[in-house]
Nanobody, 119 residues
Framework: QVQLVESGGGLVQAGGSLRLSCAAS????????MGWFRQAPGKERDLVAT????????GYADSVKGRFTISRDNAKNTLYLQMNSLKPEDTAVYYC????????????WGQGTQVTVSS
């Protein structure tokens, strides 16, 4: 497994932007597809965005399409989530996760970073 540490969360006004980062340990980062998930209080954890191991393919939840961008820098072992036009409903703990190529489930998780969007 790979160890993941998120950063970049915080408090922002509606309409603002934040950039989350996820630093991964090890030298096999490019063997993992990556994803961002979020969990709001009292709700289940939802998938926000995914990116393939080399970054050539991305996917987004309908609720964030056109506002969020997932990217990765394999040379820096880092995953990013650029969040623009933030809304109060984006408030949640955001987690990055890793899924090794050939494995069906995300099985490595970070500790999460809080994003709070005020209205």
């Amino acid at each position: 497994q790979v160890q993941l540490v998120e950063s970049g969360g915080g408090l922002v006004q509606a309409g603002g932007s934040l950039r989350l980062s996820c630093a991964a340990s090890g030298r096999t980062f490019n063997m993992y597809a990556m994803g961002w998930f979020r969990q709001a209080p009292g709700k289940e954890r939802d998938l926000v965005a995914t990116i393939s191991s080399r970054g050539g393919s991305t996917g987004y939840a309908d609720s964030v399409k056109g506002r969020f961008t997932i990217s990765r820098d394999n040379a820096k072992n880092t995953l990013y989530l650029q969040m623009n036009s933030l809304k109060p409903e984006d408030t949640a703990v955001y987690y990055c996760a890793a899924r090794k190529i050939g494995v069906s489930d995300f099985d490595s998780w970070g500790q999460g970073t809080q994003v709070t969007v005020s209205s």
